[in-house]
């Protein structure tokens, strides 16, 4: 067998080609095969199906069919975003065009853990997170982070001002992990406190980091009580606090009250972090921006791009107020090459190469190869501009409007509330919690809609999360259409499981 | 302005097509204008031209223009690991095929943090991984970790034989970080021992969980003593140890006598991690993988198929040989259900849900949104065959063997050892450490050649990787002549910074 052709070099995008027009073609035929926003069947019958594609998962010879096969069934199998009636999570259908550029990435593979892996890369990764950095933390000063700058001399003056830096992360939750190392590190014995709105990946970073559980501050209408947090923050006894809050809940879309959370923690002497990954997508549009008055008060913020940003995962960002705190990503290193010992990494950042100005890059996550998603990113952001890209948000934001009005003259249904971001909650009326478990299992079930669940105020609710630019409001009456059949034909009150067809 | 067409629904591969031909002509155009293995002037420069290419990364109106300027920038800014001058690091050049089945994951963007959010692609990654866990782990029981296979009866007879089981990770790293969370977990109070040889990551883990710094153990020939690792067990005082060992060092690609490793963690009943990031991927040549006799005793397992795998990054693997051990994984989340308080991810896996068959994913990760990074490998490895890639694994591992003879027959060089993988350290005779260093941050700086430098036995070295497939012996002579001519002509003993052309 000949060895296979390499994505790069000077014989890669020929190779390629061909490739990708398999790919664009499994990728049409397996849609077609789907006929819905996902497939019909269920956990089982999607699995076997996915079984019988694959075969044998390491063969001992080869089979050249194998990237149509698997991509086509991969297709077939999938819950598209892209389709308006697949509308439950934080679960957005990318941009062609980020989409495309982030074939890039993975034909370079540069790798962002030293320079001579990730020359341009790691210049453009400076720029773009400098950039967005100044969008979350404006009244700071942008680090100097590109690289090639010249560190501050040793006898320069004193800052005046923090100088705002941005880490890209996996997401939301490796962004969480990192708001509550870094106030590990910079404060011993830090207690956290979030709301019992919070992400669930921060109670497990405190767990993970070997740290005592969060004190919880109750969220009764969905946002942290600041009278609550008042009183938790009252009560540590001299220790200091990392607040959390959410700027976009994963229920409701709902935003806590940031400028009141903001002055708490300064008036009690506590960090502040937001868990901005769903709603720090409001920044770039004009009219909603307001939403997140109190952001840049934040310590550290977490903002995911995969959500409203529309990039394939992962797109997540990390902003620092004050870079000065990323130091205690470098402690451990710093700690084995002072101690004398072997420098644990020498061949990623040796101190004369640094010194000879080759960066190093070990600082800026706690990965050690990482693949560069900043290029898609930026890719979007230049091809948008701010307005485009508010105006996909707005798009979004605005749908969310109208179905919700739509909800609300609907004799059938029930309306949680006017939404925040793009999240709408409804429930139909009358309908027994087990009612709306056991519709949501149907419609996934047949391959006929997905919509999330959330149980607030007591009760369950049907959850959408609009972030398709290109769905209409005739297809969201379509949805509640589906819903009504599905509740009214099949379903008596109380059905638990999947029904089958 | 019109709404940007999405990567994936009906449109998307004629959204698409055009695109990707944009980015293969920005491919081969940023490619030709580099012209060498990695651009050429240092970091400043290249870091000015992204700059340049940039401009404002956030403008108000968008540019059509950008996906093929950032493209073209970021190649000719690239260090092409296809090009065989570009041999320093584990920085792989990815299978065209691989990328090509890279490129479907981001168009249909499944996250595999819930069911309904991937329903085909989380089966996928069952299947796969149970198949890579039997490479690893081959008298284990595989575990039944395919989403829809029925949870064993509370009144099944007790298992004698450990199932074992894999999940995906961003790499090295994050494996590393899990096997160090997962002894913490299982043995409360666990001391790591490294040694000396161990990749950074590892210490970096103990810090990152909150565990005290590990033992080292010395590593005089690269390879951990396993002398000086009995002293460290016996000097535990009853504490459990989690041992780590490599296969595959960074700087030598050395492997560590597992054998004796695995028979003195048994006898004092320590826990066995292996580091096979590097080496694991051995597995798949008939003629090396008894290079990892003993790999199948450790009790969890790092391997990157971004590394002798021919993946984009990431393809990072965790090999359980006891699947219970993930329960740990899975613990934060039980804690929060049985504490009465509201399941923190119910969003994502009710128990109701759960219970009619819905799979609950959050326990394979410490992620939550996930890229399916499985695809690529399991087109890969059906594409290839264990044929093809043993192939693969057996093509780079000769072609070093070959550079090694090379360099052993040159008068104007010293060999430090014949390589164990695909890593080849050598150095000019008679050379000063300084000179080596200069050396290589001069072929960067000039756009030549990408080397490594590794420090051992007391002197710099240069250090080769080789990883291309495609790189042929007349490669490696033309890489000797470069750095020839580099260290006679411009270079002074003892030079230490970039000398300037």
Redesign the interface.
Known sequence: ?P????????Q??G???P??D???????AG?EARGGP??AG???A??????DA???????????Q??H???H???????????PLCA????????????????????????LD????????S??E???T???AK?VHPTATPAKN???APAPAADAPARTTPEGTALVT?????SNQLAV?LARETHPGVQLICG?N????L??AA?????PEPL?VPAPAGTLDPAALDHALSRLNGRTALVTATAGT??AGLIDPLPDIADLCESHGARLHIDAAYGGGLLFSDRRRALLTGLDRAHTVAL?L?KLG?Q???AGLFAVRDSTDLAALA???SR?RSSG??P?????N?E??TE????DLLGRS???????DI?KI??T????????LG??VD?VCDLAQEFAALVDAHPGFELHDRPTISTVLFRPTGASDDTV?AVR?KL?HDGRA?I????LDGRLWF?TTLL???SRPGDLTALLKLIEVAQSADLPEGT???TPT
């Open positions: 067998m060895i296979p052709p390499l994505a790069s070099g000077p890669g995008p190779a390629l080609r490739l990708l398999t790919v664009l073609d499994a990728l049409g849609a996902l497939p269920g956990p089982e999607v699995a076997a199906r996915m079984r694959l075969g044998d998962p390491l063969p001992a010879e080869g089979d050249p194998a990237l096969r698997l991509v069934a991969l297709t077939a199998g999938s819950a598209d975003p892209a389709d439950a999570h934080l679960h957005t259908p990318p941009l062609a065009v980020a989409t495309a550029a982030d074939l890039a990435a993975s034909v370079l593979n540069p790798s030293s320079w001579d892996q990730a020359p341009a890369a210049a453009l400076a720029l773009v400098e950039a967005l969008e590109t690289p090639a996996t997401g939301g939750t490796e190392l019992d919070a992400h669930h990946s109670p497990r767990w993970l980091l070997g740290l919880t994963t229920d995911d995969h529309w394939p995962v992962a402690l451990p290193h084995l010992g072997t644990m990494a020498d061949y990623l040796a004369d190469d000879a100005g080759f960066p706690l990965r050690t190869t990482r693949r560069p290029l930026a890719v952001l230049k091809t948008l501009g701010r307005t485009g105006a996909l798009q478990a299992r996934l997905v999330g669940r959330a149980a959850k398709n630019p290109h638990e499981g999947i």
